[in-house]
């Protein structure tokens, strides 16, 4: 196995608490990756002798982005919805349904293709890990080719049968929860291995979230769930009651959701692209991380509500919108995603994790939210090989 050495950074984000508060920032550092694993993280002072050495210049490293929410598998798209948007026309997520369309239309290749241009999309922008939801096919062979596609691209794949009740079973919801938690999670589970509801008016209520999250559990899935985008709701209380990975979006909390989360662990996602996309407020990130809630960012990617594919936007969205401190949404985007995907070996520079890296074209992860808009990220690695 061949071991090489980065050396010349001058600032690395390690979030290990051995070498300091929340980002264990190291300067003047140094980095052994032996094949796709980091073997040595210090100074650059003690760095040990490796096979083959790299000189970053003075640059910034951080954990490759871990974006814990994405929605890549879908054909067309909505700009003109978009547009409507921003002239007035409110947000409702019945434009599903138009990608739902497109979707079922689409060749698989047409629909690989797409995963594939944003998956490279966001690997130039530093991201290493992303989780796929299928939810554009919502038939039983749409919903299976649409995980089977997103499975040659991540392993954190997740059926998301449950994303609205389609057309065709608008007076059969009862009937639409059936498929969801039979022949459809049967034929999704092969291919899956997370489980998500988007529970909202007009989506799914309480008891179907929780019928189709314990049904995903049953079949060997764990869950997630689309909590409190639109409006206060009964989302982040089944997501605690079912021992949810992640509630995600969050935007509209009560006092006792925020209790919730805090007591049960569940770590909330924070998608701020949506909220841009959308021009809704922000969720209240600081009140989340002042009453101890693990808070992960990432970008909900999808043709509707937001189609940014940018952990970089999101990080400078949170520092300006959010009350979060520019070393609280990198922690958020890198071990924050990792939690909500409840991985210990990424997200993280530590002896063993799996060398994913971002390497900035700057001196520190501040420029990330100081310098918003710009294409600061110049390398990424993904278990030691750049990609
Ligand atoms: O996370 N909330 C539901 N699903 C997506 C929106 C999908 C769409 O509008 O196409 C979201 O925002
Ligand atoms: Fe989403």
């Known amino acids: 196995m061949s071991s090489l050495l980065l050396t010349g950074i001058s600032s690395l ?28 993280v210090g100074s650059r ?9 790299l000189e970053l210049g003075d ?18 798209d909505r700009a003109e919805e978009f547009a409507a948007r921003m002239t007035g026309t409110p947000y409702s997520a019945g434009g599903i349904r138009t990608t739902v369309a497109a979707t079922r239309g689409a060749a698989d290749e047409q629909l690989a293709a797409t995963v594939a241009r944003l998956v490279a999309e966001m690997r130039r922008q530093g991201t290493t890990t992303v989780e796929i939801k299928s939810g ?33 079973f608008a007076d059969d919801p009862a009937g639409y929860v059936d498929l969801v938690t039979g022949p459809m999670l049967t034929a999704a589970a092969k291919h899956a291995k997370w489980v998500d509801v988007f529970v909202e008016r007009g989506a799914f209520d309480a008891d179907q979230a929780r019928a189709i999250l314990r049904a995903g559990q049953a079949a060997g899935l764990a869950a997630r769930v689309h909590a409190n985008q639109l409006g206060e709701g009964p989302g982040v209380q ?18 006792a959701d925020v209790d919730a989360l805090a007591s049960s662990g569940v770590v909330a996602g924070l998608l701020p692209a949506i909220e841009f996309s959308t021009r809704s407020p922000y969720p209240d990130a600081r009140r989340l ?16 509500s937001g189609y940014s594919s940018s952990m970089p936007f999101c990080i400078a969205l949170a520092v300006r919108e ?14 924050g995603g990792a939690a909500a995907l409840r991985r210990t ?37 993904i278990a030691g090989r750049p990609v």
């Open 322 to 335: 959010m009350r979060m401190s520019p070393a609280e949404a990198v922690w958020s985007a890198t071990a």
């Open 59 to 76: 640059r910034a490293v951080l954990p490759g982005f871990v974006d814990s929410h994405a929605h890549l598998v879908f054909a067309g």
């Open 136 to 168: 554009y096919g919502l038939t039983v062979a749409d919903e299976a080719r649409s995980l089977a596609v997103a499975a040659e691209f991540t392993d954190e794949t997740t059926y998301l049968g449950a994303h609205v009740v389609p057309a065709e």
């Open 345 to 381: 070996d990424i997200g993280r520079l530590t002896v063993g994790a799996r060398a994913d890296l971002a390497v900035l074209d700057a001196p520190s992860y501040l420029h990330l939210a100081y310098r918003p808009g710009v294409p600061l990220v110049t390398r990424t690695f």
């Open 45 to 53: 002072r003690s760095a040990p002798a490796a096979d083959s050495s």
């Open 13 to 40: 984000v390690t979030n290990d608490p051995e070498h300091g508060p929340l980002l264990g920032e190291l300067h003047d550092a140094a980095l052994v990756v032996e094949g796709s694993k980091i073997a040595w």
């Open 238 to 255: 089944v997501a605690c009651e079912v021992g949810a990975a992640a509630a995600d979006h969050c935007t509209f909390l009560t006092a």
């Open 289 to 304: 991380l002042d009453a101890g809630v693990t808070v992960a960012l990432a970008t909900d990617c999808n043709p509707g």
